[in-house]
């Protein structure tokens, strides 16, 4: 991890019994990883959770409370003042009612900005990165400046460290599922939660036990109570759950709302019964029932008690649907969201990237970075590579010592790109690839500096060439600034491409 010492994260967002906690929640797991690298933390809030606001307490987040939120004007008089205390901070917005208008004023103050977002429903997003971590995200259309960073689906899904804990886990899957966890969000102000439990009650499997979540905003305890000391299974409420890793893991089923604690259950596998509980949690069911990742219940309001019962006991039995459901899940989320979404933020202001010899451990991300579609449009070959070839061809270039193979990483330790020289006597023919999340922010410049300074350093090559394939501007410039020169077009395998050279004795050059 790289040094965030004296970097502040300033984030806004809110929890209500309206509005429910999953914007806090999923915006905690950006700045644990933030404060695990040496950054500094501001919570902006109108949050209404007591354990909420205890938790932050206990992380050591610094913590500035609102009695209104915006549109309210004090909401920005208020916000604009913390801003101005950290000038070179990043600010995070999560929550739908930051519109266009508070976007500018973020950005007029000078400040980086990240949204997170679900829908895509503004006119306009005013943010050096716009976040959609939902499965439906590339369909969506945003309007935004040319310098927007697009960060869409789930490679980008923000998990908090009490799940990443759990990688690696493999689940075992019953026969017959008889641990159901129930958790319908931090509000839940329509009190769906009591629709699911008497449903349940009707539900014939024998050996059936019950886990029912809510969060401390939730109005209904003393109804759902009621419910469950009358309940013919056994029944256990946890309020404000601190450990929901290890009941997604105890249950064989959840029953959720279609928000972000899906993520979370698909990186533990959980086969989960979703409802839509809020109009943006649609496109989320939507998703997971087409790709076979859980099954979409439809809308909560619309659902009968008689028919969410037999959809609970059908998966309870269906042991086919559950092993799909769960070999699908962990495929989809990789637990590495988190950390790529703060490299990026990073990479605005920093390109300090380093450099170590790949392995056969590298293999599988080679190949997946070789199949990027950019990347293959830009080789000599357009076709994707497949698997045995690829292995084939990697293993040869790590075993082959006129080849140096170098896996480029950023300053906060995720790996963005590859290097490779093929030597012949003085001379090296250069290949440089920066994976997708990390193009447009100078790292190819960087990436081929430190290398190329790296060879001439460790061998006697005198001369490193490119040959950079016709129309392909980016890999013009991004030698270009390190003082590779144009040497002249030229025909290499069947390809018209343009050589671009840099001697030893010129030395390199970085005008970044």
């Not at 017959?176 to 009650?201: F, H, S, W």
């Not at 001379?427 to 440089?432: G, K, L, N, Q, Y």
């Not at 350093?457 to 005198?462: A, K, L, P, R």
């Not at 490193?464 to 016709?470: D, G, L, S």
Request: net charge negative; proline share 2%.
């Amino acid at each position: 991890m790289g040094d965030f010492k004296g970097k502040y994260l300033i984030i806004r967002a809110d929890a209500s019994t309206q509005i429910g906690s999953g914007h806090l929640m999923r915006c905690l797991a950006l700045v644990q990883a933030w404060k695990d690298a040496g950054g500094q933390v501001v919570f902006i809030t109108a949050c209404q959770s007591e354990g909420l606001l205890k938790r932050l307490r206990e992380e050591g987040f610094g913590l500035h409370l609102l009695a209104h939120s915006f549109p309210e004007s004090e909401d920005w008089s208020y916000t604009k003042g913390i801003l101005a205390a950290h000038p070179n901070a990043w600010v995070v917005l999560d929550g739908y009612h930051f519109d266009e208008v508070y976007q500018q004023k973020v950005k007029e103050s000078g400040h980086k900005l990240l949204v997170i977002d679900d829908m895509a429903n503004l006119k306009h997003y005013y943010a050096d990165i716009v976040l959609n971590q939902n499965l439906h995200a590339d369909q969506l259309q945003y309007s935004c400046d040319p310098y927007t960073r697009l960060l869409l689906g789930t490679r980008y899904v923000l998990l908090r460290k009490e799940f990443l804990a759990w990688k690696g886990w493999k689940r075992e899957i019953s026969e017959v599922a008889r641990r159901v966890l129930v958790t319908l969000g931090g509000g839940d102000p329509e009190n769906y939660t009591l629709k699911v439990i008497q449903a349940l009650q009707k539900v014939d499997v024998p050996g059936l036990e019950t886990t029912v979540v809510i969060g401390e905003s939730n109005p209904y305890v003393d109804v759902l109570e009621a419910a469950i000391k009358q309940s013919r299974i056994p029944i256990r409420l946890i309020r404000n759950a601190e450990n929901m890793p290890e009941l997604m893991v105890w249950a064989d089923v959840a029953v959720t709302a279609a928000g972000s604690t899906v993520w979370e259950l698909l990186f533990l596998g959980t086969p989960i019964l979703a409802l839509i509980t809020a109009d943006n949690q649609c496109y989320v069911a939507e998703e997971i029932q087409i790709q076979n990742l859980g099954k979409s219940l439809g809308r909560a309001e619309d659902i009968s008690i008689d028919t969410l019962t037999k959809a609970i006991a059908l998966l309870l039995r269906d042991f086919d649907s559950r092993s799909e459901m769960c070999g699908k899940a962990r495929g989809v989320i990789d637990g590495q969201g988190t950390q790529r979404v703060i490299s990026i933020m990073h990479a605005t202001n920093s390109n300090n990237l380093s450099l170590r010899l790949a392995t056969s451990e590298d293999c599988l991300m080679a190949w997946e970075w070789a199949n990027d579609p950019v990347v293959r449009a830009a080789s000599y070959n357009s076709n994707p590579i497949a698997w045995d070839e690829h292995v084939e061809w990697f293993m040869k270039k790590l075993q082959n010592s006129n080849c140096f193979y170098y896996i480029v990483f950023s300053d906060i330790g995720l790996p963005v790109g590859q290097v490779h020289f093929d030597i012949a006597g003085n001379d090296a023919e250069i290949s440089v690839l920066i994976g997708s999340d990390f193009r447009g922010h100078d790292f190819g410049a960087e990436a081929i500096h430190i290398a190329s300074q790296r060879l001439f350093s460790e061998t006697g090559v005198t001369r490193i060439y490119a040959h950079i394939k016709q129309g392909n501007i980016a890999s013009v410039c991004a030698f270009g600034k390190v003082g590779y020169k144009e040497i002249g077009a030229k025909v290499v395998k069947g390809q018209q491409v343009l050589e671009m050279t840099l001697e030893k004795n010129d030395g390199l050059s970085k005008d970044n």
